[in-house]
């Protein structure tokens, strides 16, 4: 039996406030069986637990994301380490550097990213990286805490990064953008990936994959992406969704339905 695990979602995002329910009550007759709920920032770390506790199927992880890395102090750490202790609760993230945007500045975003690896690290769970545009900054901090392992989320680096990635043990997952036209880096580093290091995720309701593109993003959507890197691998989407789901299983220690 054919099953997706989508190891990146936001359904507390408030494009979902208006059917959430309904979107949900999808995931079943779609075959999504597994949902790793990702917090962005105390508010979203409290909804996803929440969300865990209401659909036995749905997984949390808490944290901030670089956006959020300002509000990142000793007693915020203390909220989350409190947080982590939920039995839903499976990761640290979504944690990271974001020199993109930089709405908050780096060394800042830096303090923030150290403080909630230290904790993962402490607490012996996985890590979900958001990593755009500070490579180099976020492989020098992830060396920092060689015990701890996670996923570098929506990947978009380079073969050479990929390797740098996957070198140090942690996975890679792919969103929507794998199904664009334009989508080259993304498709030369699925073509590469060591299979047992491969994720997929929607991301959403960012990120939807083509024929999609552009609308909301839920995690029904997860078979375009199995599709695409099945076609590039050589191998069937079923096969993909099965290689997926146990390697997202294996990092957030997940049980099977
Ligand atoms: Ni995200």
């Known amino acids: 039996m054919s099953w997706y695990f989508d190891s990146h979602a936001h359904y507390d995002s408030r494009r979902f406030r208006e059917d959430q329910q309904q979107v949900l009550a999808q995931m079943e007759p779609n075959h999504v069986r597994r949902i790793m709920n990702v917090g962005c920032d105390l508010a979203s770390s409290y909804t996803s637990i929440a969300l865990a506790e209401q659909y036995d199927f749905i997984y949390a992880a808490v944290g901030s994301h670089p956006d959020d890395a300002a509000n990142v102090d000793e007693a915020r750490v203390e909220e989350y380490r409190q947080l982590a202790r939920h039995p839903r609760v499976r990761a640290i993230g979504e944690i990271g550097l974001d020199y993109y945007y930089e709405d908050v500045p780096r060394a800042k975003q830096q303090e923030a990213f150290r403080m909630q690896m230290a904790l993962a690290q402490e607490l012996s769970m996985p890590v979900i990286i958001h990593q755009?545009?500070?490579?180099?900054?976020?492989?020098?901090?992830?060396?920092?805490?060689?015990?701890?392992?996670?996923?570098?989320?929506?990947?978009?680096?380079?073969?050479?990064?990929?390797?740098?990635?996957?070198?140090?043990?942690?996975?890679?997952?792919?969103?929507?953008?794998?199904?664009?036209?334009?989508?080259?880096?993304?498709?030369?580093?699925?073509?590469?990936?060591?299979?047992?290091?491969?994720?997929?995720?929607?991301?959403?309701?960012?990120m939807a994959p083509e024929p999609f593109r552009g609308k909301r993003c839920d995690s029904t959507m997860l078979p375009r992406m199995a599709e695409k890197i099945a076609g590039l691998r050589g191998l069937s989407t079923e096969e993909i969704a099965k290689i997926t789901r146990e390697n997202a299983m294996e990092l957030f220690g997940v049980d099977a339905p």
């Open 132 to 206: 755009r545009d500070a490579y180099e900054d976020a492989l020098k901090i992830v060396d920092e805490f060689p015990a701890v392992r996670g996923v570098f989320h929506c990947f978009s680096g380079s073969l050479e990064y990929a390797k740098e990635v996957v070198k140090r043990g942690y996975y890679m997952g792919f969103t929507g953008v794998i199904t664009f036209k334009n989508a080259r880096k993304a498709v030369e580093v699925a073509q590469w990936a060591p299979l047992n290091r491969l994720l997929i995720e929607t991301d959403c309701p960012y």
